[in-house]
Structures are given as structure tokens and as C-alpha cells.
């Protein structure tokens, strides 16, 4: 396996192996039961001397990840080498360059019944008849637009269109700033590919959006995650971490944040642009929220405080109209979004065209009314959950209400058997988000993340019930 | 810029650095007058000497890519300094990881007249008909597609669709065996991202797909091309090759090559195979055109003879029947695809469900007549283009017919002017494919690739008549 060594990093070279095969554990890369390299040919494909590889093996045996044996070898723990495929045995030794996949494995949940684990909206909230219309007569009228690839950067009418609804929101862009993506994770990966390689240091946000993380680590960049308190992001500690290690990118998801719900004030914001500024790198600024405020708009965006092309920002628009349809935008100026053009193309050729199409009305004349209806609905979503928790919640268990958005952030008194309370809800039909795939891992997390919108109400009631109750008998266990 | 030098590669560092800034220039990364780094910085930025940088830049000026002058610096040529937007200078200095994107330079003409490019198939010739009923069957009875992320790894139904199918083509597989992308492209780009990684070795016809070779460029990959004869790629040449430097990855799109048209044989399609073995190396056999034969079916695909997954098979249904709902299907075995998952769930959380829904009915059950129809057209544009070509060719052009497929591959006398050419017939609202984009771009090429599906049957003779006009003058003036 490859694995990205920092020589220069702040971390041991033991410490980096240890940590990245135990992402890449947890992750369910590496499957219970395969095979670690020997130490010798590890040491040798990573340049690295044995006792340090030996050390890393000692540290992920410690922590229950691996067991080795003398003569045998070292395997992933916890159960007995699967049987492998007749002769697909070499796939195990051929390298890739995958560390983490956390997303991969905690968002597929295609039989779980009472979903909390995914930040979406259900479908019944959704204006999919609308969208659905739009859809029927454009196969009907247009039916070229399936046999078309359309444009690399995306339709221009849509770009148009988008490029109206922001300026509503006070960010003030031509459409040639505009690109569109299957959904903001393509964004975000987009960036990455193009703007990050091996040992470019990334900040996030700690916690923060576990797609992201892992898009970061796939390029081998070392990832620096600066705290935070209620006023989101604390700058002052990401500059003096700058001073050290200068930032080549800022991921923020600065309103209702992915995954703890809170919002960046307006002077951080500020102060964060100054940062990109005077370092000359890129902030991005992933916004799937801001529209979804309980109470009141959110401070403006990072973007619309822009004038040299510093940030580039995401909305996904289907997200809360659409999801399936994945159309997001990405606006950035200059030569850097005509860069992600050119990685957009050879990732994909481009956006379904048809999909583009669909959304267009909508969002042109539907959304902001619509936007209303939502935030009402998830606030009265949002509430039913808030005071479910504080009528069954075990002690000791705790959280902020969130002014906007789809998501719970709790706090459990321990982190202890947070993976068996895991596997045991999803017995149960019910999942949720580990708080430990929102950071490097490199601590175990006692957070986790609820989302109360992607269900039916009722449903959601009954699950978050039932979920209580399971953690109740979890936490009297572990206490 | 960053550049990925291979300090134990074939070609000096120069070399090395000249060839991947003209890469950046003739696609369009580099734009004319965009400013160069100093030879004191780039040969900080990569650790190398002053000396070797200066011989980069010579090398450069000497083939008329940039122009250098005392005090004032380097600048890419042919045109004065653009004026640049206020603030974004900085941009420009913002390290990049994309070494080439020559299918975004060369595919997106939304405005040309006579779209000899892109090898694709005219809406007239596709079942929209049928796929729109679907589609609007599915918006209004099952409307939660659209709100639905589905499973990354694609719908299981449409899995089972297209393993049925692969079935009657020789391929036996599980549906667990199989991924849906967005698009061929896509699986093409997972796959290098997954697997390869800076230096690694990888293995390509001469010529190959232009989307290929960005995307392995964009991994840093030391990418060999591999001569052709009419039996496809040489294996008895790469066989000596792969002695020096042992292949990562063999990428070849075996039937009706694009863009030469050739189709490999049995003989070579098993010695591949053997091959990739005795190395423990994936092939990747991208097969957008086995069910577009004009004459006799093509040999078995690679994939039907591998027992031990060293295969990942590509095949774009969509590209055939809907290029606009962008699903193709890569197929793999083992841990190699649930790597290619995990993959594909960070670069977009999975294709758009209701598009994976929408083309399944007809796969199922009328993609084989279809097929069957869609080939004597095909068969017929072909033709109808031949004997426009057998008439009004200038003297000097050659071509061979091909079998199958949807692309002509010229050899013209010379490769002199054929930038030239390009831009004239662009005026003329004409697009075609330079053969450059198909090889590493050491060596000019003077090959040149036309589509003859691409448009209405009567607008393709008029375009290629207008081209084979243009084509004529342009060799009088250069010869």
C-alpha cells in the first residue's frame, strides 16, 4: 500500500504509518482478516528502515487493530482471513493510493430503516412534482438534451440563473465564474485534485465534514484541524499554526457547520479572508445551509467579501431541492475556476445536461418561496427532535440547538464503545455518524451526529425514541 | 507550476520540464502571455539546478512557445500580455496539479456548424423516444428517485441489467461485480486516482484516447506508448519494455480503436492477459464500440478470459443509447472495484439514480435490436464518408476503412500546419481532431480524426466536402 511520509511533518514516521493503516482499518479498506505486508517489504517500498515499520505494527497492535503472530504475520483484527476469490489473491498487494474512505463506509445504508445517519432532506419535503413536470415535458419537447454532453462548465442558462439567485444573496459574479458539478463533493474533490498534492497543508475545521477529509487525504495533504468555539473556526489559533506551516488551502463550512450546527461570525470571516490574503492561497467556502436558518439569514458569505478571487465558494442547489439530481455550483474567478474546468472535463465530461435543465425553473422562480416553506418545515422537525432528547436523553448526554440546518451534534459523557453502540443501533434499523470520521482520528471522539430531516416525522419521533432508549442501556453499560 | 520530475526516468529533467510546459501551453493551461515563473524560482520550486531551468526555457523558445526577454522574463507567445482582472494576479503563482488537459482544449465547441470531433452519435440515430417515456413514467410514479442518493456503487436492479447483458457477451459476472460511473471517463479517471501514482509506469496504445492520457498525466504517471500494427497494440514490444520498467497498469481500448480504427487480435488480447499476470498489473480494456461492427462481431472481449481479475472492463451503455444521461459500467473483481467504491463515493457520492433508472427498460430488453439497427446506419454514414473521401481527397491523404466504430483516422502528408489547419476550418465552423492529443505530443503527428456520426447524414457529407476543400488548399500552401 502507498502511503504519503512526511519527512518534514510534525508527526513520527511510525506514527504516520500506524495512523494511516488504521484509517484505512476503520475504513474498511482493509478488511478484517487480510494480510499487513511484511515488515521487510514495507520498509522497503516506503523507504523507511524496519524498526520503524516494527514500531508502527507494535502501535496498531496496541490499539486492537492488528494482531501478528511469529512467523505467521500481522493481520487486521477482530476476525478469522476470509477466503479469498481463487486467484485474486495478488489484488491484496497491489498498491493504491487510498487512505481513508470514511464516507464510503458510513453513508451507504440502503436497508436501514430509520436513516439519521445521512445530513438530506426527505423526499416528502421535497418539490419533486415540480421538478418531476419539468423533467417530463423537457424528454417530451427536448429530447436532444439526453443525446448531449453539453458543456464541460455547465449549462449556460443554469450558470445564468444561479448567477442571479447569489447575486440575491449579495455575491455579485458574471456566469463565466460559475461551473457546474454533480453535487458539491465533486466540487470539493475538483479542488483538491487540481489545487492539493502530497505534504500541502490543508486547514479544516475540527470537527468537520468527513467527505472533505477524506478527498484531502487522498492527496496525501497534511491535514491541520484547528479548534473551534460558538463563534465557529478560531482564527487566531489557525494564524499562529499559519506562521508555522503556511496554508495552502482553508476548507470552512462556515454557516450551520457540517457536522456541530454552528456559524462563523462576521469578524472571523473577515479576518479569515485576510489570512487567504496575505498568504496567497484559497479558502473554500462549502455553504449547503445558509438558506435553511431557523430565525434569522446567517451572516453574508465569505464570497461576497471577495474581490480577488481568494475564495471559491459551493452551493449545492439540489441538495435542497433535488438531491438525486446532483447539481451544485462551484464560482471562483479567474484562471482558477478555468483549472477546474479543465479537471471537471477529465473527470467526467461534464454535468448530465438534462438534469441541469430540470432544476432550471425551479430555482429560478420557486426557490425563494420555497425556501420559506422549508425552513419552517425543518424547524418544526428540528424542535419534535430537541424535545424528544430533552425528555429522553441519559444523563450526561449533551448538545446546542442548531439555528439552521439538518443536523444534532450530541456529546456523549464517554467515547468508550461508541463503535459497539454503533453496531448495535444498526441491529435495530437505526444508523447514525460517528463522531470520529469528522476528525483525523487521531483521538477517539465521544460526538455523534443525528440528522432529523431525513425521514418522515413520525418516523424520525419513533427512531430518535427508540435511539434513546438504546443509548440509554448503552451509556449504563460502558458507565 | 508543480511539475512531477522522475529522476530515474528515461528523459533528462530539461526535457522533462520543457514537455510538460508545452503540454500546459498547447492545452490551454498556459494562456498566451501568461507570465513564467523566474529560472530561479522554478528551479527552486523543484529542486533543480538554474542551469537545468535555462535549458527548459531554451528548449521552449527554440519550438516558438514562449518568448524570453533580458530583465523582463519569459511569457508564453503568440499574443500581447493579457490585461488580467484586478487582484487575481496572485492566482497565477498558485501551484497546480494538472499537466495536461487537452480534451478540455479539444471537445467543447458548442458553436461549430460541422462537429467533426467528438466521436458520438447524432440524437436522430438514439432511442430518446423510448428513454424520455421512461423517464417521465418514472418522474411522476416514482418521484422519490430524485431525492434519493442511491448507492454508491450503483443500482442494484441496473447492475443485474447489465450483467445479464455482459453475459451474452461472453463476460460472466455478479452483479456485485459491477459499478455504474458517470460515464466511461469516469471509470477511467477512478481508476487513476485509485492505482496510480506519481512515476508509476503505465502502458498505452500509440495513438490513444486523449481523456486517457490527461488523466494519467494528471497522476504524474510515466505513461509509455506502445506502437500499433493492424493487429493493435505490439505485445511483443511492450513484452521488452515491461523487462525495464515493470507496468502498473496497461490501458488499452482493444476493438475499434480509438482513434485509429484497428481492432486487436485474439492471439494479442490473450498474450496481454498473460502478461498482466506474470506482472500482478491491472489492464484496463475501455470498450465503447464492440457492438458498432459493420461486417462480423469482434473478437472476445479481455475481460471474457480473465479468471483472476487483472481486468477492469469499461463499457459505456449511455454513450450508445443516451450520451446525455451519462452510465457506463466498469467491472471488476475483488478488492480492486470495492476500491474503485470507495473511490467514486469521495469524487460525487454515486450517479444520479433516476438516470441509472431511466435507461435500464431499454437495456433490457431492446438495446440488442436496436444495436442491430444502429450498425447499418452507422455502417452507411461510414460509407457514405469513404466515397466522399475516395473522391475528393487530396493526393498524399490515406485511411484505412474501419470495422466498426464511429471515427476516420487521416494520415496526411505532413504534419506541417495542421494548428494551422484547425483554426482555419474552426472559421469555417468546422471541428476535427488533431491526431497530437492522441500520443504524449513529443513528436508532431499528422494524423487527424473525424467523426462521421456525429451529425445529420446530409450536414456530415456538406461538412466533410467544405473540409476536404479547405484540406486541399491548406497541403498546396504547405508543400
Known amino acids: ?37 511484511s515488515v521487510r517489504n514495507l520498509a522497503s517500498s516506503l523507504k523507511v528502515s524496519q524498526v520503524t515499520v516494527s514500531k508502527a505494527y507494535a502501535e496498531l497492535e496496541s490499539h486492537g487493530h492488528i494482531s501478528c503472530s511469529q512467523g ?3 493481520f487486521v483484527a477482530e476476525r478469522a482471513r476470509m477466503s479469498l476469490d481463487a486467484g485474486t489473491g495478488w489484488q491484496d498487494g497491489y498498491d493504491d493510493f487510498l487512505p481513508r474512505a470514511q464516507l464510503w463506509r458510513n453513508f451507504d445504508y440502503s436497508k436501514v430503516e430509520y436513516p439519521f ?25 427536448q429530447p436532444e438534451l439526453m443525446a448531449s454532453y453539453g458543456n464541460f462548465q455547465g449549462d449556460l442558462e443554469l450558470r445564468e440563473v444561479m448567477c442571479r439567485h447569489l447575486q440575491g444573496h449579495g455575491i455579485h459574479l458574471r456566469s ?55 463563534e465557529g473556526m478560531k482564527v487566531d489559533v489557525l494564524t499562529k499554526l499559519c506562521d508555522r506551516r503556511p496554508p495552502k488551502l482553508i476548507y470552512t463550512n462556515p454557516t450551520f457547520q457540517n457536522p456541530s450546527g454552528v456559524t462563523m461570525s462576521i469578524s472571523r470571516r473577515q479576518r479569515l479572508l485576510e489570512l487567504a490574503r496575505s498568504y496567497r492561497c ?39 431541492i433535488a438531491p ?94 461508541i463503535s459497539r453502540l454503533h453496531e448495535l443501533a444498526e441491529q435495530e434499523g437505526i444508523s447514525f455518524l460517528p463522531g470520529d470520521v469528522c476528525y483525523s482520528g487521531e483521538v477517539p471522539s465521544r460526538h455523534i451526529r443525528l440528522c432529523y430531516s431525513q425521514m418522515k416525522e413520525a418516523d424520525m419521533e419513533r427512531g430518535l425514541r427508540l435511539f434513546l432508549r438504546l443509548l440509554d442501556k448503552h451509556l449504563s453499560s460502558v458507565r
Chains 1, 2 share one sequence.
Not at 205 to 222: K, L, Q
Not at 340 to 352: E, N, R
Open 1 to 37: 500500500m502507498h502511503i504519503d511520509l512526511l519527512r518534514s511533518g510534525s508527526k513520527s514516521l511510525p506514527q504516520q504509518i500506524s495512523e494511516t493503516m488504521a484509517q484505512r482499518i476503520t475504513s474498511g479498506l482493509l478488511q478484517p482478516g487480510a494480510r499487513l505486508p
Open 72 to 74: 505467521k504475520g500481522c
Open 117 to 141: 445517519h445521512m445530513a438530506a432532506i426527505h423526499g416528502d419535503l421535497l418539490p419533486l412534482d415540480s421538478i418531476g413536470a419539468t423533467m417530463s415535458t423537457l424528454v417530451t419537447e
Open 176 to 230: 463565466s465564474d460559475l461551473m457546474i458539478t454533480s453535487g458539491t463533493q465533486q466540487g470539493i474533490d475538483l479542488v483538491a485534485r487540481t489545487f492539493v498534492g502530497p505534504g500541502d497543508t490543508v486547514y479544516l475545521e475540527a470537527p468537520s465534514y468527513t467527505g472533505a477529509i477524506d478527498v484531502f487525504a487522498g492527496r496525501g495533504a497534511e491535514m491541520i484541524f484547528v479548534p473551534m468555539d460558538n
Open 282 to 320: 484559497l479558502i473554500v467556502e462549502d455553504d449547503p445551509f445558509s438558506d435553511l436558518y431557523f430565525r434569522k439569514p446567517p451572516p453574508p458569505s465569505i464570497k461576497s467579501m471577495d474581490a480577488e478571487g481568494h475564495v471559491v465558494y459551493m452551493k449545492s442547489f439540489s441538495k435542497v
Open 324 to 417: 438525486g439530481c446532483r447539481i451544485a455550483c462551484v464560482a471562483a474567478g479567474g484562471n482558477i475556476l478555468s483549472r477546474l474546468i479543465a479537471a471537471k472535463s477529465a473527470s467526467d465530461l461534464g454535468s448530465p445536461l438534462l438534469n441541469q435543465k430540470a432544476v432550471l425553473p425551479f430555482i429560478a422562480r420557486k426557490y425563494e418561496a420555497y425556501a420559506e416553506q422549508l425552513r419552517t418545515a425543518l424547524r418544526g422537525r428540528m424542535e419534535k427532535a430537541a424535545k424528544l432528547l430533552k425528555q429522553h436523553a441519559p444523563q450526561g448526554v449533551s448538545w446546542n440547538l442548531p439555528e439552521g440546518g439538518l443536523n444534532l451534534w450530541l456529546q456523549l459523557p464517554t467515547a468508550s464503545g
